[in-house]
């Protein structure tokens, strides 16, 4: 049998691990490494490879049947066209590619040269896959209502900066999605994948980061198949030691947990019965060795790993993820007092209970799976960057359980009288035609009419976030799923004194329409005194002895002042106070006596346009106990600045 000529593409990190294959391979005459394709010329203890960074020009010189494409993942699509239309087979290591564009160029290149792409999901060369399978379809679990996996391993800092693109979701403005779902855990999200059949439905993500890196490196996903059942995957590379990943198989009359680095299968039976099998292990270079020359089907063939392509595509278009606090974190030190390694506590122990539950980590009650903040050591406030909630509330990120230092809570979401008044935030009822402030749109010598012109604000990302604030990027998005303007927002909590923090909500919107933009309110449309749009915060309706300041609510109403203060008293009898400051002279929507409510009044009796940006600030001091005109007065000047 004359060994088959390989051309090796990447060498260096993972690459090493096919060198040592090869060479294997090689003394025993399967092979022939004929060809090292790589930017960095690499010594080769066996055989006399040509090097190129040339692919083309190696497999031509060559006549490699086979090329093995180890390169950086952004790198994979352009170089595996390049092979198979050079005449060669690929072994394409995972992820196939970094967007589904890219997957279906490689697709397009297999049908026209009829050669094949196999892609190093190395998991899915277990029989266990098969095995399992087989005791799912017939039925020895029950009805299976999930699959759940769970992965935890520990990397150093310096995992992360291996190479250019370690750690990125793009390079130089091209994708790379280097995750740990897409990547270190890709074969996780693949084995789960291949254990079930039909289309995906949706794919929900949330993804965080301990490490100071764009890219994931704890993360979740949930993915509801055509047929109803869900698979979770949740990871981390935080954990204080390695915790073999393994998918678990919940059915109703038993379960099967694949370890699938050791393809090991153990299925419990509710007798009490146990059993544990081992299962074989092809490889994926041999089977494609196989194909070539038998035409043996091939294991991994890119068809296959589609759905993992669109997993990660979801990964790739999801809101940049949220950093956790140094407060959730073991920093490990090197002997120069440089962080060597950042540790999650008990991260091993939640991504089981998300296999277990199927759940998120948003749904763990994981600490830092929130964003809260702090006003010195109290947590004041929550905020949300992803609600779940109808198209006809606005959906839109905002800030709730916010209390006074006292513990009072003086912010609500989703009240019964206003489904749509989501505690502390931005919201807009008229932005160019689109509704972005949740319910009924007022629709002149008509009045409030549901229409289908609901919009989105979109949490991006984080640019800065910390116990003390943050800084956020949002997108606000059309009923058609236009964009059509782009937020910054920067909110910042700060202790003043013993009874009293403040909050400083800015924000920055800036129009992408490539028209002048009209913000409008019910009262621009014939609605009087209803030209509530911008900064708002609604209060809890349960509050009583409600009054405003400095004078009562026909009085602040529609007022220019600098400041207005809302007080009221909590069920338990406690008092707050809320004073509001404003930078700009807006007047102020405030309802006290129908649900306590106070804003800004963006368009009061005039649409607004935006030309470019519109930039507006408020500072909220949050007080327990009732304030008299005169401090309240104090406050509004101590924090106002």
């Not at 782009?486 to 909050?503: C, F, G, K, N, S």
Request: one cysteine or more; proline letters at 6%.
């Amino acid at each position: 049998m004359t060994p088959a000529r390989v051309v090796l593409a990447g060498v260096h990190g993972h690459g090493q691990h096919h060198l040592r294959q090869l060479h294997l391979l090689s003394e025993s005459g399967v092979v022939e490494l004929a060809g090292i394709c790589d930017v960095r010329p690499v010594e080769v203890d066996f055989g006399t490879p040509l090097q190129s960074p040339d692919l083309r020009e190696l497999i031509a010189k060559t006549g490699a049947q086979i090329t093995i494409i180890c390169t950086p993942i952004h790198t994979h699509a352009d170089l595996a066209v390049t092979a198979l239309h050079a005449g060669s087979h690929v072994l394409l290591e995972k992820p196939p590619a970094a967007t589904p564009e890219a997957h279906a160029r490689i697709a397009a290149a297999v049908a026209e040269t009829g050669l094949a792409c196999q892609v190093g999901f190395q998991s899915l060369g277990s029989a266990a896959i098969p095995a399992l399978r087989e005791l799912i379809a017939g039925g020895a679990l029950g009805r299976v209502r999930g699959i759940g996996g769970a992965g935890a391993w520990e990397r150093p800092v310096s995992y992360f900066t291996r190479s250019a693109w370690s750690g990125r979701r793009r390079l130089d403005g091209v994708d790379v999605v280097d995750g740990a779902l897409t990547n270190p855990f890709a074969h996780a999200v693949a084995t789960a994948l291949a254990l079930v059949d039909g289309p995906i439905a949706e794919i929900e993500t949330e993804l965080y980061r301990a490490n100071t890196i764009e890219s994931d490196d704890t993360s979740c996903v949930r993915i509801r198949m055509d047929d109803g059942l869900v698979l979770t995957v949740a990871v981390s590379l935080c954990a204080p030691e390695r915790h073999e990943p393994y998918l678990v198989v919940h059915g109703d009359a038993g379960r099967a947990t694949l370890v699938y680095t050791q393809d090991s299968v153990k299925v419990e039976l509710p007798d009490g019965t146990v059993t544990t099998t081992v299962y074989d292990r092809t490889d994926l270079l041999d089977n494609l060795l196989d194909h070539v020359r038998t035409g043996a089907a091939l294991l991994v063939p890119l068809e296959r790993t589609e759905r993992f392509t669109q997993v990660l595509d979801a990964v790739r278009l999801a809101p940049e993820p949220l950093p956790i606090p140094v407060r959730h974190q073991e920093l490990e030190r090197d002997g120069l007092g440089q962080v060597a390694r950042r540790v999650l506590p008990g991260i091993a122990g939640v991504t089981s209970r998300s296999a277990e539950r199927l759940a998120l980590y948003s749904e763990l009650d994981v600490p830092w799976a929130r964003v809260e903040l702090l006003a010195g050591d109290r947590r004041v406030a929550r905020y949300e960057t992803r609600p779940d909630l109808p198209a006809t509330d606005s959906p839109r990120p905002y800030l709730y359980d916010v209390r006074t230092l006292g513990g009072v809570e003086v912010t609500e979401v989703r009240p019964a009288d206003h489904v749509h008044h989501l505690g502390a935030g931005v919201a807009v009822a008229d932005l160019g035609g689109a509704n972005f402030w949740g319910g009924r749109t007022y629709v002149r010598d008509q009045g409030p009419t549901w229409l289908d012109d609901h919009g989105v604000q979109r949490h991006v990302a984080f640019p800065r976030l910390d116990d003390g604030g943050f800084a956020e990027q949002l997108e606000w998005i059309g009923p058609g799923g236009g964009l059509m303007a782009r937020e910054e927002r920067t909110v910042t909590v700060r202790p003043i004194r013993e009874d009293a923090w403040a909050l400083d909500f800015a924000f920055t919107l800036t129009n992408l329409t490539g028209a002048p933009l009209e913000i409008n309110s019910s009262a621009t449309k014939g609605r009087a005194g209803a030209g509530y749009g911008g900064f708002f915060w609604r209060a809890p309706g349960t509050s009583t002895a409600r009054t405003t300041l400095p004078g009562d609510e026909r009085a602040v109403h529609g007022s220019r002042d600098r400041w207005v203060a809302l007080s009221g008293t909590d069920p338990a009898g406690r008092d707050w106070t809320l004073v509001f400051v404003q930078d700009g002279d807006d007047p102020w929507f405030v309802r006290v006596e129908e649900y306590p409510g106070v804003g800004q009044a963006l368009a009061w009796d005039r649409p607004l346009l935006v030309e470019d940006t519109l930039t507006r600030r408020v500072v909220t001091a949050v007080v327990d106990g009732r304030l008299g005109r005169a401090d309240a007065a104090a406050l509004a000047a101590e924090v106002g600045g």
